[in-house]
């Protein structure tokens, strides 16, 4: 069989750009492995299945469900008695997935793209090996292969999994029960929301994180405010602490741990391993095709993801830059668009990151740290959540948006926001940082009131020394 465009992957980045590649005219075929628990074929990846969709299920879930005993007291509202169902809560993050799973499907036939269930393996000349789970491989070809096979989490030695006691981040998505005690071996994005789940659900939540620094990635402002709130709300955060041994021992797990002060013991009742993510490479190529991998197994492409072979691309978890589902989308998109004659661009210095806290984390940009190491020369502007008046009617006042602009352009060239929504006020400053706006673009733009995104608007104002609403000292 002959296609245009093969595809070998169908999460966000895969079905994204099969479906690009539909619409733009070219005969596309997309294959993936996926099986859901039942055996049954499902497209969407691990973002749709074990990621993204259902641990938001999950945090929208125990947020709600902490929401009715935290907050309610300060709308005049009591609630006697809230009932905790997990099985349930977790009922119901299984529909989303499945919703969006099938629609994942009805998209694929609505496009025209041809959907195969199995493994596909790039072979010579733009060949592809399907091995379906039950049956004879064969092979189909095409004038372009786009491998986008995504990432899995990170093992380590140290703890290896073990029924649903020692579990990576998808296991820890389909736990029954509250555990009393949960340990996480890692305080990144993936660790902080899973316990997040989990503590407002009733757990004692221990993170050990081997790096000395806290959300290192993140500027330190927005970090050092996010250690101390979430120390507040109970998240028992160890940094610098290195996990030597695991056993599983009546049920339990015992684990030892060392830090600067020493070697400690842990006994926690469920593990959670995560410690990262890694791409799914193994086996994607066959040695005749000498596909160019790089040492982390990541497969090497150009600035317009082209990879070492002639026809061959690859986006998404499996290339560089951030393991993001909406990175590879774009990515998806341009490629198909490349393929198609078109002309495509990825601006990879405007993709927002967000870790969904409470309060959640947002930033786009480069933080305070970069830029004071590469020399730029910067301004600063700062509001607090405190001073919002829709933030304060929300009672969630906690954090602050950041903005850093060039100090000879003005040019925005970074956001960093620590509070309620920040998922969905990053859009703002990504979008203003597309258009290539300076601080006072955004400081003269007229925001609805009131508004969470006002905080942005002072941000903004702040930079040039005028913002409203916060008292400082006096400028010109």
Known sequence: ??????????????????????????????????????????????????????????????????????????????????????????????????????????????????????????????????????????????????????????????????????????????????????????????????????????????????????????????????????????????????VKSTQVVDGSVVLDYQDRNGKHPLKVDRLIVAVGRRPCTDGLASEEAELLLDEGGFIHVDADCRTSLPGVYAIGDAVRGPMLAHKGSEEGMAVAERIAGQSAEVNYDAIASVIYTQPEIAWVGKTEEALRGSGTAFNSGLFPFAASGRARAMQETDGMVKVLSDAATDRVLGVHIIGAHASELIAQAVIAMEFGSSSEDIARTVFAHPTLSEALHEAAMDVGGRAIHIAKARRT
């Not at 595809?7 to 070219?26: D, E, M, S, T």
């Not at 499907?105 to 789970?133: M, R, S, Y």
């Not at 790096?211 to 028992?236: E, H, P, S």
Request: proline residues 4%; contains cysteine.
């Open 1 to 242: 069989m002959s296609y245009d465009v093969i595809v070998i992957g169908a999460g966000p980045a895969g079905y994204v750009a099969a479906i690009r590649c539909a619409q733009l005219g070219l005969k596309t075929v997309c294959v993936d492995a996926w099986q859901d628990r039942d055996g049954s074929p499902v497209p969407g990846g691990t973002c749709l299945n074990a990621g993204c969709i259902p641990s938001k299920a999950l945090l929208e879930s125990s947020e709600f469900y902490e929401n009715i005993h935290r907050s309610g007291r300060h709308h005049g509202i009591t609630v006697t008695r809230a009932v905790l169902d997990v099985p349930a809560m977790m009922q119901r993050k299984d529909e989303i997935v499945r919703d969006l799973t099938t629609g994942i499907a009805a998209l694929f036939k609505a496009n025209g793209v041809e959907w195969i269930a199995g493994h596909g393996q790039l072979q010579p000349d733009c060949h592809v090996q399907v091995t379906p789970h039950a049956g004879e491989a064969t092979v189909i070809k095409a004038a372009q292969v786009i491998l986008a096979t995504g990432s899995a989490p990170v093992g380590i030695d140290a703890a290896p999994l073990q029924d649903d006691i020692i579990v990576d981040s998808s296991g820890a998505l389909e736990w029954q029960s509250v555990p009393a005690h949960v340990g996480i071996i890692g305080a990144g994005v993936i660790g902080l929301e899973l316990g997040s789940v989990w503590r407002r659900l009733g757990a004692e939540v221990t993170l050990l994180e081997a790096q000395d620094v806290f959300l290192a990635m993140v500027d330190q402002q927005i970090a050092r405010t996010a250690l101390r709130l979430f120390k507040q709300q109970g998240l028992n955060i160890h940094l610098d602490a290195l």
